[in-house]
């Protein structure tokens, strides 16, 4: 029993000495976004976003800027964090970090040196966005207000997961995948581009919150192409999607093609799967991209009524083509615009004839340039909408 109490009066104790390292809340500022430039007289130029606590705390609202943004130079991204206090007050906290923009200019001089940092510190998660600033500085990126969230990197977070959810024009890149596929066999590194559309100098004023029409809005850009860890050209947001075809990781999506009558249409696609199928035929890789998914029919601007399975068939058919030679365009374009494999067919490879891809993975970079690469997909259209006859019918 004795040995009890005293085990309980030990807890009580240590219980009523609080904890010897807290920090509390009012000393201490959460770091929303981040921004990495080159700078003018040292490597980097660090841009912080810190939250304005007073403006998210009723009573002390004021209508002030949400985000309070400070910039330092130095030559080592480590030393920049932790000294970013020469302007701010309190301790910096950066576990909330939602978004990390880096420059373009800096992307392609390369990113490893100091991605490594972000990699090794424990203050970062692994669940911020990495993007790359298309156009435009980085801190001004993170620095474009947006009325309904009011933190711009929590805005860009949101954005960003609704597009990939429902168009699958963004690529959900993580630290851990970008490093991953630096060093990775048959795959090269990608992040989202975004800039801002509009005016960007105007689009950081606290009055940019307060207009329908805003001057300044941060868009996507398009998919950034890395070649190992140098940033080397771009893709457009339409060829995002394919390539997030290609990757199996289309959610849904809406795609418009041209009826047999030269009319267009539009299927909301609700169900994909993709796989891929590598082999070697002739010294040659052929890559064969299959693809299955089922949608509706939303719109049909031919006027035909969509009340027969042929004329579902003849759309499946249309959607199928159009699908098709989209994903191989794109496919095209970067063995020959890039000549790097960004959607992972070396993977493919290595994963099904390793041996194989064993002989030729020093020198993959050339195999994927020259390989033929087929798409096959099989659509499959459910339903036209909640309405088999649209008023079109009625029209002469």
């Known amino acids: ?89 309190r301790q910096l906290n950066f576990s909330h970090t939602r978004v990390i923009v880096i420059d373009e200019e800096l992307a392609r001089q390369g990113v490893s040196s100091f991605l490594q940092y972000f990699e090794r510190s424990a203050e970062y998660r692994n669940d911020f966005h990495l993007v790359i600033s298309r156009g435009i500085k980085a801190q001004d990126i993170i620095g474009t207000t947006y009325p309904i969230y009011r933190i711009p990197s929590m805005k860009m977070d949101s954005q960003f997961r609704s597009m990939e959810e429902e168009w699958g024009g963004y690529p959900e890149v993580r630290l851990t995948d970008f490093t991953h596929n630096i060093i990775a066999e048959g795959r090269y590194p990608v992040a989202a581009a975004v800039t801002v559309q509009g005016n960007h100098k105007k689009g950081k004023s606290v009055e940019n919150n307060r207009k329908a029409d805003l001057d300044g809005i941060v868009v996507l850009n398009g998919l950034s192409l890395f070649d190992i860890d140098k940033l080397v050209g771009y893709l457009s947001v339409e060829q995002t999607r394919d390539y997030m075809w290609i990757r199996n990781n289309i959610n849904k999506t809406t795609v418009k093609a041209t009826t047999p009558e030269e009319a267009f249409f539009s299927a909301r696609i609700y169900n994909s799967h993709t796989t891929l199928k590598a082999n070697y035929k002739n010294n040659r890789p052929v890559i064969t991209i299959d693809i ?15 009340d027969k399975l042929s004329r579902f068939e003849q759309l499946e058919e249309e959607l199928k083509k159009e699908i098709e030679t989209k994903i191989k365009n794109t496919v095209t374009h970067v063995q020959e615009e890039y000549g790097i494999d960004i959607f992972g067919f070396g993977e493919a490879m290595r994963r099904q004839h390793y041996q194989q891809f064993k002989k030729v993975k020093d020198n993959w970079d050339e195999e994927f340039k020259k390989a033929e690469i087929n798409v096959q997909a099989k659509v499959f259209l459910r339903r036209d909408g909640i309405r088999t006859r649209s008023f079109l019918d009625e029209m002469e």
């Open 1 to 89: 029993m004795r040995i009890v109490r005293l085990f309980l009066l030990i807890i009580l104790l240590i219980g009523s000495s609080g904890c010897w390292d807290r920090i509390e809340l009012n000393e201490v500022s959460f770091v929303s976004g981040i921004a990495i430039e080159k700078g003018d007289k040292y490597n980097y130029l660090l841009t912080l976003e810190v939250i304005n606590a007073e403006e998210f705390g009723g009573e002390t609202t004021q209508g002030n800027t949400g985000t309070i943004l400070f910039s330092a130079e130095g030559d080592s991204i480590a030393e920049l964090s932790d000294r970013m206090n020469v302007g701010l007050t």
């Open 292 to 306: 299955v998914l089922e949608g509706d029919v939303l719109s049909d601007e031919s006027k035909l009524t969509i």
